[in-house]
T-cell receptor, first 114, second 115 residues
C-alpha cells in the first residue's frame, strides 16, 4: 500500500461542507483514477487522468471536482454532497502506456455524509 | 465491450481445504485478466495477472488462476485455505482504451474461512 497513499483515511462531513481528498503515487506512473465503492455495488470508475489530462468523466455529478496538478498527485474536491455519496473512495494509478496494465490502489478514504 | 461474471457472491470453506472462486469473462479481443483481493476497510491488492504468456498464472499467497479460452473462464484457486484469506475477491478484465488502463470489475466474491 505504500505505492499509493490516500488522505484522509476517514472523513465525516455535512452536506454543506467543502472538503478535499488527496491521493499520491510513488510509482512513477502517468495515469491516475478515482473510483467509488458503495456497499452492494460494483466498483464505479469516476475519473481518469492520463499524463495530467482528464480523459474520462463517467457522468459524475458536478459536486465532485477532480484536480491533477502533476502525474504524482490527484485530488477530489467535494462540495454540497448528498447522503448517498457516502462510500469508500479509491485512488489508483497505472503506468499509462498500455490499455492492459494493472492498476495499483490506495487504501481508500471512507466518506460519510451526514 | 468487455464484461466479467463472478458466479458466486459468497464462498465458504474450512481452513486447510481448497478454494475455488469462479469467473467468466466476455471480450471481443484478447484481454488481460486480473484477480484482486480486498480485506475489510482496505484498498484492492493485485493477486495475479494473465497477459497471454502462460495459461496458468501463479500469484501471491499461494493463489493461482487458469485461463481457459474455450470456456472463457479464469477461475482462482488455492490448495489450502488460511484464515487470513478471508476477504472479498474481484475478477477484472482489461478494456480497449488507448494509452491507459481501463478495467471492468466483477461484483466480487466474499470468501469466508471457518476454523
Amino acid at each position: 500500500e505504500t505505492g499509493v497513499t490516500q488522505t484522509p483515511r476517514h472523513l465525516v462531513m455535512g452536506m454543506t461542507n467543502k472538503k478535499s481528498l488527496k491521493c499520491e503515487q510513488h510509482l512513477g506512473h502517468n495515469a491516475m483514477y478515482w473510483y467509488k465503492q458503495s456497499a452492494k455495488k460494483p466498483l464505479e470508475l469516476m475519473f481518469v487522468y492520463n499524463f495530467k489530462e482528464q480523459t474520462e468523466n463517467n457522468s459524475v455529478p458536478s459536486r465532485f471536482s477532480p484536480e491533477c496538478p502533476n502525474s504524482s498527485h490527484l485530488f477530489l474536491h467535494l462540495h454540497t454532497l448528498q447522503p448517498e455519496d457516502s462510500a469508500l473512495y479509491l485512488c489508483a494509478s497505472s503506468p499509462g502506456t498500455g490499455n492492459r496494465d494493472e492498476q495499483y490502489f490506495g487504501p481508500g478514504t471512507r466518506l460519510t455524509v451526514t | 465491450a468487455q464484461s466479467v461474471t463472478q458466479l458466486d457472491s459468497h464462498v465458504s470453506v474450512s481452513e486447510g481445504t481448497p478454494v475455488l472462486l469462479r469467473c467468466n469473462y466476455s471480450s471481443s479481443y484478447s484481454p488481460s485478466l486480473f484477480w484482486y483481493v480486498q480485506h475489510p476497510n482496505k484498498g484492492l491488492q493485485l493477486l495475479l495477472k494473465y497477459t497471454s504468456a502462460a495459461t496458468l498464472v501463479k500469484g501471491i499467497n499461494g493463489f493461482e488462476a487458469e485461463f481457459k479460452k474455450s470456456e472463457t473462464s479464469f477461475h482462482l484457486t488455492k490448495p489450502s485455505a488460511h484464515m487470513s484469506d478471508a476477504a472479498e475477491y474481484f475478477c477484472v478484465v482489461s478494456g480497449s482504451g488507448s494509452g491507459y488502463s481501463t478495467l471492468t470489475f466483477g461484483k466480487g466474491t466474499m470468501l469466508l474461512v471457518s476454523p
